[in-house]
């Protein structure tokens, strides 16, 4: 079978459908990604096949401004439509849509022209509509209790996509939708996390596969340059906060932290070209790398909370320092913290504090290194597989 997977967003997204794409292609199937053009040298190097869709999202972490209303809506039209245009032209010959992250907005409607099976992938738990979990921020926090909360995410799901979603959908002849969110995400959504560091805590209208986390097997060398300095003593502090903008001076009093206590450090320069304010010997710098090569070799890792750090973090077994900023790095915040794996560190605390107690937490982090699911994108394939009647079943039903 020749599988669709579709996905906008940073690497966090990117990587889980990489896996996926891999997993299926071992397993004697083929896959297509869509996904910015920003990975389509990864995809080279994995020899998946790629169709890139809309702008580079990599200038995004550079501030350029606010954009008003009218240059919002116009950013909202354009990637409903660049995604319609790249998803529908990559389907010919596809037997099933997979959509991940809430950004996918066409690959349902895809799916529905092609009448193939769909499966929408979260990952993060906090991203599906529960009475447990409050809702990601996007813009103005909202306000209330938890239900209030998901029916401001509603609303706010209908008044930026309904209107241009429903145009596209009308040009192939689809019905429109009334409700965005669950037309997406359908009444069986699927969880890409890992059930220990994130679990699912359920939901009444929801009937969610949780997976375990899709995770490249990523057997890529370390630069020399890197292996050498790790090699040239005691384990360092790893410092990156990938795809997102990095709070350079709270990146740069945790350097300071490290050094205290006596850690080199490893900058991660991520898209936002992160950078020590020296030249120090103690201090070295690199761009694109593997994590599972490099999270086992270091003595803590201070990032984002991004889904796919937190988890390449926790399967190493490494304590953790989470400076979260938006989306789902306050929940994985929360759960290194709950797990006892680490800390969470907001822009006013003491980043030694914090430091410190991370490196407490060796022991406990690779206790549940051990218990990290590492079959996650092997399990999704099996299923997406073995079960077309289940899928097709779930994709017929209304939004």
């Known amino acids: 079978m020749r599988v669709l997977l579709s996905t906008i967003g940073s690497r966090g997204e990117a990587q889980p459908m990489f896996a996926l794409a891999v997993r299926l292609r071992a397993l004697g199937h083929a896959a297509v990604l869509c996904a910015p053009p920003d990975f389509a040298g ?66 349902r409607s895809i799916a529905e022209s092609l009448a193939v099976p769909y499966v929408y992938a979260a990952f993060a738990p906090m991203t599906l509509p529960s009475p447990r979990l409050a809702p990601p921020v996007f813009g103005t926090a909202p306000t209330g209790d938890i239900a209030a909360r998901w029916k401001q ?41 890992d059930p220990l560091l994130a679990p699912w805590p359920g939901a009444p209208d929801l009937d969610v596969v949780q997976t375990g986390a899709w995770m490249l097997d990523d057997t890529r060398p370390l630069d020399p340059a890197l292996a050498d300095f790790l090699e040239a003593g005691d384990p360092p502090v790893y410092l990156g906060f990938g795809s997102v903008r ?30 020590p304010r020296d030249d120090g010997p103690d201090c070295h710098t690199v761009g694109e790398v593997a994590h599972q090569a490099l999270f086992p070799r270091v003595a803590a890792v201070v990032h984002h909370g991004g889904a796919g750090t937190t988890h390449a973090a926790a399967r190493a077994g490494v304590p953790q320092v989470v400076v979260p900023q938006m989306f789902d790095q306050f929940y994985y915040a929360g759960r290194v913290a709950e797990l006892g794996i680490g800390t969470a560190l907001t822009a006013t605390d003491d980043p030694y504090a914090a430091l410190e107690g991370a490196l407490d937490a060796v022991t406990t982090a690779r206790t549940v290194g051990e218990q990290i699911v590492r079959d996650g994108a092997a399990v999704a394939a099996d299923r997406l597989l073995s079960s077309p009647d289940e899928l097709w079943a779930v994709s017929r039903k209304s939004s």
Request: contains cysteine.
């Open 246 to 275: 990095a709070p350079e001076e709270v990146a740069h009093r945790m350097i300071e932290a490290a050094r205290t206590l006596g850690r080199r450090v490893v900058v991660g320069r991520g898209w936002a070209d992160l950078r």
């Open 153 to 193: 995410d509603r609303q706010l799901w209908n008044g930026v996509w309904r209107a241009p979603l429903n145009a596209a959908r009308a040009r192939l002849g689809l019905p429109e939708v009334e409700d965005v969110r669950a037309h997406l995400f359908t009444e069986r959504p699927w969880l890409a996390a």
């Open 42 to 107: 990864r995809a080279r190097e994995l020899g998946v096949e790629y169709v890139p869709v809309g702008p580079e999202v990599r200038g995004t972490v550079k501030p350029n401004g606010v954009p008003t209303p009218e240059q919002r809506q116009r950013m909202v039209e354009d990637t409903v439509a660049a995604q319609f245009a790249a998803v529908g032209a990559a389907s010919a010959g596809c037997g099933a849509v997979v959509g991940g992250g809430g950004l996918a907005i066409a690959a």
